[in-house]
């Protein structure tokens, strides 16, 4: 039988399929039932160093093929999220999603972050609304490169930079975060856009603009994946859009080594894990893939 078990550089997971960052993902008990649904690890709510509330109702909407949010990076704080990790770190692996407005900001939260036990390190340097956060430093190479170093140095545990394709330089600023030392590269965070209810002549969320994400964007996806599987050494995990083992496999064959889910587990709640899981050992065993590894980046060949 086919194995479902892959390694993104140093960290090895048994699954492939991660819980994205944003989803039942900001209390110890729902990323355990993230981890028990099937999922191969659990990426946090972005963290901060303090407390945030995030932005007013309305924050999000659904359109057609996915869903708009602007959540405002809502987090209790890195001191508070303690709490969380020690509930949920015996049970699986965790990876610590933080975000900041600067590289010493960054190292601090993540030195946090591998101190509460997790796996791994993934930096939002792609929010697309945030003020001072997220994209507004991830499209810029230098300060990528910046960051990606302060926070390499800072701990022992890989590091991951989640990239914006809000950008036409993805693959540079992709090559900064290998320069700066990152382990691997996450894409994509989701496209800056924005609703219009026309009755009120007014944008629909409060914070105007929001992020889609969902089906919708799985195409631009698959497309940065296999972008960037062209121009850097390091390992790329995919994200955008998927809900079936058929989306996981483009990711894959672009050149993913392993896969997150955000959306559809608000649509399918946790089971697509399992059933996404059983799908695609069941697609690998008939074509012929005996491993993950073996699947990736078949697209190129
Ligand atoms: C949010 O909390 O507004 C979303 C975070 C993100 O898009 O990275």
């Not at 020690?86 to 601090?108: L, N, Q, R, T």
Request: charged share 20%.
């Amino acid at each position: 039988m086919s194995s479902l078990s892959t390694k993104v550089g140093r960290l090895s997971l048994e699954r492939p399929g991660m819980v994205a960052s944003g989803i039942m993902d900001e209390t110890g008990p729902s990323m355990i039932r993230m981890l028990e649904a099937g999922a191969g690890a659990v990426v946090t709510k972005s963290v901060g160093s303090e407390p945030r509330p995030g932005h007013a109702n309305p924050c999000f909407t659904e359109v057609e093929g996915g869903l708009v949010n602007a959540m405002g990076l809502p987090n209790p704080g890195i001191a508070e999220f303690k709490a969380e990790m020690d509930v949920a770190v015996p049970k699986g692996k965790i990876v610590g999603s933080i975000y900041g407005a600067s590289a010493e900001e960054f190292a601090m939260l993540a030195g946090k972050m591998e101190d509460y036990g997790a796996c791994a390190i993934e930096m939002n340097l792609s929010c697309p609304h945030a003020k001072g956060y997220g994209m507004e430093l991830g499209t810029d190479p230098v300060i990528v490169k910046e960051i990606s170093s302060a926070v390499s140095s800072a701990v022992s545990i890989p590091v991951w930079a989640k990239l914006t394709p809000n950008t036409h330089i993805l693959t540079q600023i992709a090559k900064a975060a290998e320069d700066g030392g990152c382990d691997a590269v996450v894409a994509i965070n989701t496209l800056k856009a924005m609703v219009i209810t026309p009755e009120l002549g007014k944008p629909f969320l409060s914070n105007k603009f929001g992020g889609l994400s969902g089906p919708a964007v799985r195409p631009v996806g698959v497309r940065a994946v296999y972008d960037l599987y062209d121009s850097i050494s390091i390992p790329i995990v995919g994200v955008g859009g998927i809900s079936t083992w058929r989306d996981a496999a483009q990711y894959i064959m672009a050149g993913a080594s392993a896969y997150q889910i955000g959306s559809a587990v608000a649509d399918q709640g946790p089971e697509v894990f399992g059933r996404i899981n059983g799908d695609l050992v069941k697609f690998m065993d008939e074509y012929g893939y005996s491993s993950v590894e073996d699947m990736r980046g078949v697209a190129h060949e």
